[in-house]
C-alpha cells in the first residue's frame, strides 16, 4: 500500500475515532470525508482486518454501520496506520499526526475556531440556539472529558458545513449525551439543542 492508501484510510478512521460511541454506514463517512464510496470501502478493509473496526449489527451488508472497536480506539489514540506503516518504513521525521488529542487542555474546547463559526452561523437564525450551544461548551469544558471535547468539536465542525448533514449530527449529539447524560437535565439548554441536533 502506499502513502495515499494508508491516508485515506486514516480519514476513515479519525471519524470513528472522534466519535467512538457512534455509528456511520459508508455513505455518512464518505460525506464527511469527502472521499467515494468505494475509496471508504476500501480503506475499511485493513481497519476489519485489524479488528479495530466492527459492523456495529454484525451483518454481511456492507452499507450497515461501523463503529470503532476499543483496540482500534486504543491504536489511534497512539498513532495511526501512516506513522505506522510509512514513516517507519521510510525513516521520515515528517510528523503524520491525526490529531492532537493528547494536547486538549481540560478547560478548552479543543478547536475553538469551529465553535466560533458555528456560535455565529447560527446566531444568524436562531439566537437562542446559539445561547444554548455556548451553554454546552461550558458544561463540556467543565467536564474536562476529552470524549465529550472531541465530540462537541465535532458537533461545531458539522454546523458549519454548507449543508451539515442532520443524521450525522443527531448521532454525535447521542454520543454526546451518553458520556455526559447531566445535560439531560440542563432544562432549556437541552430542550433547544436536542430539537435543533437530535
Given at each position: 500500500m502506499n502513502l495515499e492508501e494508508f491516508e485515506k484510510i486514516d480519514q476513515v478512521m479519525t471519524v470513528l475515532w472522534k466519535n467512538k460511541r457512534s455509528?456511520?454506514?459508508?455513505?455518512?463517512?464518505a460525506e464527511i470525508t469527502g472521499l467515494t464510496a468505494d475509496e471508504v470501502e476500501n480503506a475499511l478493509d485493513l481497519p476489519?482486518?485489524?479488528f479495530y473496526v466492527e459492523n456495529a449489527y454484525k451483518s454481511e451488508d456492507t452499507?450497515?454501520?461501523?463503529?470503532?472497536?476499543?483496540?482500534g480506539y486504543s491504536?489511534?489514540?497512539?498513532?495511526?496506520?501512516?506513522n505506522e506503516h510509512v514513516k517507519s518504513k521510510t525513516g521520515s521525521t515528517g510528523n503524520y499526526t491525526i490529531n492532537n488529542f493528547s494536547n486538549i487542555n481540560g478547560s478548552t474546547i479543543y478547536n475553538l475556531s469551529s465553535f466560533n463559526n458555528a456560535f455565529n452561523k447560527i446566531k444568524k437564525?436562531?439566537?437562542?440556539?446559539?445561547?444554548?450551544?455556548?451553554?454546552?461548551?461550558?458544561?463540556?469544558?467543565?467536564?474536562k472529558n476529552p470524549e465529550a471535547i472531541e465530540l462537541f468539536d465535532s458537533i461545531n465542525e458539522e454546523i458549519v458545513k454548507e449543508q451539515p448533514k442532520k443524521t450525522v449530527l443527531k448521532s454525535i449529539w447521542n454520543g454526546l449525551l451518553n458520556i455526559?447524560?447531566?445535560?439531560?437535565?440542563a432544562g432549556e439548554i437541552y430542550g433547544q439543542l436536542h430539537g435543533y441536533l437530535g
Open positions: 455509528v456511520y454506514d459508508i455513505d455518512d463517512i476489519l482486518a485489524d452499507n450497515t454501520p461501523y463503529q470503532i472497536t476499543d483496540k491504536f489511534f489514540s497512539k498513532t495511526n496506520y501512516v437564525s436562531d439566537p437562542n440556539i446559539a445561547n444554548a450551544l455556548e451553554q454546552l461548551k461550558a458544561i463540556v469544558e467543565t467536564s455526559l447524560p447531566h445535560i439531560k437535565t
